[in-house]
Every structure is written in structure tokens, then in C-alpha cells.
């Protein structure tokens, strides 16, 4: 246990942390009219309301994420 604690020097470490973000695709007016539509046609009770909400916090997590990382470049 020694010798590995030995080999290295921790004066000459350094530590890079780089978060990667997901991408997030971009949709033309067109089709996030079309997505609305669709979407207000659903029934209240829908489960796809549910997915499309969790998807929609999902981007602005993505975004909140990519923000960070543009802020400290």
C-alpha cells in the first residue's frame, strides 16, 4: 500500500471535471404548432400529457446544464 501511495506525487495532480450535456433538438414553429395541437387534443387523463411534462422538464434541465457549462468556459 505504501509504494502506491508513494507514486503519486499530489502537489502535481490535477483534477478536470467536464459535465457533458445531452443535446437538445430544436423544432420550427411549424411543427411545435402542430405538436400543440396534437397535444391539447389528448384527454385530460392521457398518460402521454404525463411523458410529454417529464420531457419538457427534461429540456429545461438540459438547458439549465448547458448554461453551466457556457458560463464556466
Do not use: H, W
Not at 396534437?38 to 411523458?51: D, K
Amino acid at each position: 500500500m505504501m509504494l502506491l501511495l508513494t507514486a503519486c506525487d499530489p502537489g502535481s495532480s490535477e483534477v478536470v471535471i467536464k459535465t457533458i450535456c445531452p443535446r437538445i433538438n430544436e423544432y420550427d414553429a411549424k411543427t411545435q404548432d402542430r405538436a400543440l395541437a396534437e397535444y391539447n387534443a389528448l384527454p385530460q387523463g392521457s398518460a402521454l400529457r404525463l411523458f410529454i411534462g417529464d420531457y419538457k422538464q427534461l429540456r429545461e434541465q438540459i438547458r439549465v446544464c448547458r448554461a453551466r457549462g457556457a458560463a464556466t468556459k
